[in-house]
């Protein structure tokens, strides 16, 4: 039904849909609203070719070297900048990670720089209203509010809440802050709800975070599997890597394993399509063919891993026909997609969100690195895992310890580790909060609804469209107890319920390092200043460091730079030794041409392509990052009972059994809800909505579900629905199509920022709950129920939807769907 | 033999852990991982009581012997909140370390005994009760210092 309709839409509107936004100076290689992967430029195990993707509104009158922010592909560019604004971008074809290209948001993304409605001063509430005040009254109040609640209740009355969105040399900065200066162990990033199962996986497996390939295993890898990873939509550029080498000879076989027949699905050798919270049926079903079936590397295993025996033992009820039985998964796909992962000789896995915010999150993940590893596939070209980030600087959050991380990947449990920061701060060790885990995102939010924070300083994330169950985060965050500080470039729900605002400055107003998902460090130079009183966040948190007087031990300020490249190079220090290495890096060397992958240093002066290639992991005791959890209830593992296993440099085969979702359909709410993200958009479209080309192309939510849902409820396409959870109710105009019966698709991008006409948040319907290793929110499921609320009336948001019905299958028939 | 007595005391606590932390997931419903994971362990307490059926039945408690039950008052807090919370996180690790002790004493038995079916099936019980353990002292460790310097 959706298919027929959109096919006519499109042929009825491609040049007018797609050729509206040309301005008469404007210049564009490509359009990559109309074609979002853009020409092919087939090749096999060679260097990726170049493509320069460039997109300028004005001629510049110069570049500034750079790389995207708008996923965690991290792909180096140029701002194009002319008379001190920016008036484009470009690719970098030196750079190794995208060799020129850029994706939709990446073209279009840096219009939101100029967007009339940049917040350019500060503001406090004032009689309930917030109102426009100095530098010097906004920090002023925040300090006083500080050390008040310090003199009441100690920094434990205080936590952070930052972002994947600033950069390394801010998140460092903030990390001592928060660590050294006041000693709050409640800080954390929205990291949190995008990455934490990803550096928990990394950790659970390898003793440490750190991916252990690169994208150039893509040149080369005769197998891809995406799981839960819709790469085509999150991950443009690493997609057009992929269809480039579908293109050439040797094309790789893709499996992929998502609920939602998605534009990766569709290129799929063998797509698994599993109900909504049965991946650990179905990756235990894989790696119990490959070990029937003998597929593995014995020696590897022997050599280089520990824990086979109880892995082969939870894994080998996990027949075939008991897969199919709990997910859904024909056992012949299952069986085809272990046949290729266990006789490839090279293999490219991905995991995302599919993973990351479903049930058994962390266990699903460290699956993935499983098959990997009885494979013996792991430390060589071809061969990657690419635990993914959702975000640009993810990695930043997770390396530098502005989450609930320890600088350079050190161990909250490992005393030296402690001792190593505190001598290098100058500050006694027991400042430093390690009596504990540091307090997770979703654990700070409930100290601040029972009121045991008192203060909550929020940078860049938008936690009132984010977090899941929006009632009653808008409810905390309210709290007359709360005192809430929100630092960003835009007006949003959440600075709506601040008490300070903070106007920040933005990527092209600063300059700072990204660290992108292959550990490609990339330096993003200033190219113009920000708006207004705009202030960077690095010099918004040395302010508050000044104003608080944190000092060292000795009496000098504890924060002893002023600048990002001053930060950097005490960062570099931080890293030094441990596996996220820094030291071999400059700013100077991060300026001459492509990004530098991590370790740098010494022995690797042009950085590393691969981690492990000795088969040595980052697990002995006094290096790892984690003594481990206990993957079903997140129960910490003491130091001591780590060195009575101490597996001295061999990687974890760990696994569980099966838990069904804690909130399965039933006769009240009988439908699954899934949420996700649009190829246009980025989190909660604070710039890609004020881009008008990628707003245009998807400018509304809508609900996607099966035909046969449709005809059951008497839904036609466009027609507005109410889906209800327990937590709360949405509307949503219908999109009917690619999708599975039982299960519906919102994605999570819009809020009320600019249309509060009706209640259409994603998360206004999510679990609070989480992963217990992790702590990711649990995004990906929740029961809800459907029904008609109002006929397709053809204006208003069903105009929208049918725009975007068209841009979707436009795209899909460019895929060859 | 008085092995019935300790097998039916280890019994009665792992009936009592079922019972506690399903009241404790309902009560402190509002901390959601509290909610999910105290169930999760009750339904561990009652695969132990599962597995420990067979071997009450073998060994029955000598009838005449005394009831040998710790008197205590546990989970009494009508309260809610953190506090509460600690305190009952609290009151759960005694009892459930009580189970690990009979765990102890009985694999003694065993293996005086020189019974390997009951070694394997408390060598088992106890590591999972362990799991229980680890899991309260990690939840215990977490909530002080906040309930206790900043508590409301």
């Known amino acids: 039904m959706f298919r027929y309709t959109v096919y006519r839409l499109v042929v009825a509107l491609p040049n007018k849909l797609f050729q509206q936004y040309q301005s008469i100076n404007m210049k564009q290689t490509r359009d990559s609203i109309a074609d979002i992967w853009g020409e092919r430029t087939p090749y096999y195990n060679e260097q990726w070719p170049e493509r320069l993707d460039e997109r300028v509104t004005e001629e510049p009158d110069h570049w500034v070297q750079a790389a995207c922010v708008l996923c965690s592909t991290g792909c180096g560019m140029d701002i194009g900048v002319k008379d001190g604004k920016i008036v484009g971008v470009r690719g970098r074809g030196v750079d190794a990670v995208n060799r020129g290209r850029l994706g939709p948001k990446g073209l279009h993304g840096w219009i939101a720089n100029h967007s009339p409605d940049r917040l350019t001063k500060p503001m406090i509430r004032r009689g309930g209203q917030l109102q426009e005040a100095s530098w010097d009254e906004a920090m002023d109040l925040i300090v006083q509010k500080s050390k008040e609640i310090i003199d009441k209740h100690t920094s434990l009355g205080i936590g952070f809440y930052t972002s994947g969105q600033l950069f390394l040399e801010e998140y460092y900065t903030l990390g001592i802050i928060g660590k050294a200066g006041l000693g709050t162990p409640h800080m954390d990033g929205n990291t949190r709800l995008c990455t934490a199962t990803s550096a928990a996986a990394l950790k659970v497996t390898f003793g440490s975070d750190g991916q252990p390939g690169s994208y150039t295993d893509l040149d080369s890898a005769e197998v891809i599997m995406h799981v839960g990873h819709n790469t085509a939509s999150q991950h443009t550029v690493l997609w057009m890597r992929i269809l480039d080498r579908l293109e050439g000879p040797n094309p790789p076989k893709l499996i992929v394993i998502d609920p939602r027949e998605t534009y990766t699905a569709k290129k799929a050798t063998v797509h698994l399509a599993p109900r909504v919270g049965t991946n650990i049926p179905v990756l235990n079903g894989l790696l119990n063919i490959i070990i029937k079936e003998g597929l593995i590397d014995h020696n590897y295993i022997n050599a280089h891993t520990v824990g086979f025996e109880e892995l082969k033992a939870i894994v080998s009820k996990w027949n075939p026909r008991l897969v199919e039985e709990v997910s859904g998964v024909p056992a012949h796909k299952l069986r085809e997609a272990a046949l290729l992962l266990g006789s490839t000789k090279t293999l490219v896995s991905t995991a995302l969100q599919g993973v990351y915010q479903s049930m058994q999150a962390t266990a699903s993940a460290v699956q993935v690195n499983n098959i990997h590893l009885i494979r013996g596939l792991i430390g060589k070209p071809g061969c990657g895992i690419y635990q993914m980030n959702g975000q640009p600087t993810a990695q930043n959050t997770r390396e530098t310890g502005a989450d609930g991380d320890l600088p350079g990947f050190r161990n909250w449990g490992n005393k030296e580790h402690i001792n190593e920061l505190a001598k290098l701060w100058n500050v006694e060790p027991d400042t430093i909060p390690h009596w504990a885990p540091p307090t997770h995102a979703m654990q700070i939010m409930r100290f601040c609804e029972t009121g045991a924070i008192k203060m909550l300083w929020i940078s860049a994330t938008n936690p009132a469209v984010s977090m899941p169950n929006l009632g009653r985060m808008r409810k905390l965050l309210a709290k007359e107890d709360l005192f809430v500080v929100v630092q960003d470039a835009f007006k949003t729900e959440t600075t709506q319920l601040a008490d300070v605002v903070l106007p920040a400055a933005i990527w092209g107003e600063k300059t700072g390092c990204t660290t992108n998902v292959d550990r490609t460090v990339h330096i993003c130079h200033k190219a113009i200043e920000p708006p207004g009183e705009a202030r960077a966040d690095l010099d918004i948190f040395i302010d508050y460091a000044r104003r608080m007087d944190l000092k060292d031990k000795d009496g000098n300020p504890l924060i002893k730079w002023n600048t990002p490249e001053e930060a950097f190079e005490a960062w570099k220090e931080c890293t030094r030794g441990r596996p996220c290495d820094y030291t071999g890096m400059s700013y100077a060397k991060l300026s001459e041409g492509s990004g530098i992958q991590w370790p740098c240093n010494e022995k690797y002066p042009n950085g590393t392509p691969h981690l492990y290639t000795d088969g040595v992991f980052a697990t002995a005791a006094d290096y790892c990052e984690s003594y481990g959890h206990d993957l079903e209830t997140g129960a910490a593992q003491t130091p001591d009972e780590y060195k009575l296993i101490d597996p001295k440099g061999k990687a974890f085969l760990k696994s569980v059994d099966y838990q069904p979702p804690h909130e399965e359909p039933d006769e009240e709410y009988p439908l699954w809800l899934t949420t996700g993200r649009l190829v246009y958009h980025f989190h909660t479209r604070t710039k890609t909505g004020r881009a008008k080309e990628l707003q245009n192309a998807a400018p509304d939510s809508y609900v996607q579900l099966s035909a046969e849902d449709a005809a059951k409820y008497d839904i036609e396409d466009g027609d507005m629905v109410e889906i209800s959870s327990r937590r709360g109710t949405v509307f949503q105009p219908a999109m009917v199509g690619l999708i599975e019966p039982g299960l519906i698709f919102i994605p999570f991008h819009y809020g009320y920022w600019d249309n509060d006409n009706r209640s259409r948040a994603a998360n206004e319907l999510t679990l609070t709950e989480w992963d217990p290793v992790s702590k990711q929110p649990h995004f990906k499921y929740a029961a809800v129920r459907i029904r008609k609320a109002a006929d397709n009336t053809n204006d208003g948001p069903s105009a929208a939807l049918a725009h975007m019905e068209a841009v979707i299958d436009h795209n899909f028939k460019m895929e060859g769907a | ?152």
């Open chain 2, 1 to 152: 033999m008085l092995i019935g007595n300790y097998l039916q005391l280890a019994f009665d606590a792992e009936k009592e852990a079922v019972k506690a932390f399903n009241m404790i997931a309902g009560k402190h419903g509002d901390e959601p991982d509290v909610y999910q994971t105290c169930q999760l362990l009750a339904s561990w307490s009652q695969n132990h009581l599962n597995e420990l059926k067979p071997w009450v039945e073998k060994y029955p408690a000598r009838p005449d012997t005394t009831a040998d039950k710790l008197e205590r008052m546990m989970f009494d807090n009508e309260q809610k909140g953190s506090f509460a919370l600690l305190r009952d996180l609290h009151d759960l690790w005694i009892l459930v370390t009580e189970i690990d002790i009979c765990w102890t004493v009985l694999l003694q038995a065993a293996d005086g005994l020189r019974d390997k079916e009951m070694k394997t099936t408390f060598v088992k019980l106890q590591e999972s009760t362990k799991r229980q353990i680890a899991w309260l002292q990690t939840r215990i460790k977490q909530s002080a210092p906040q309930t206790l310097i900043v508590g409301v």
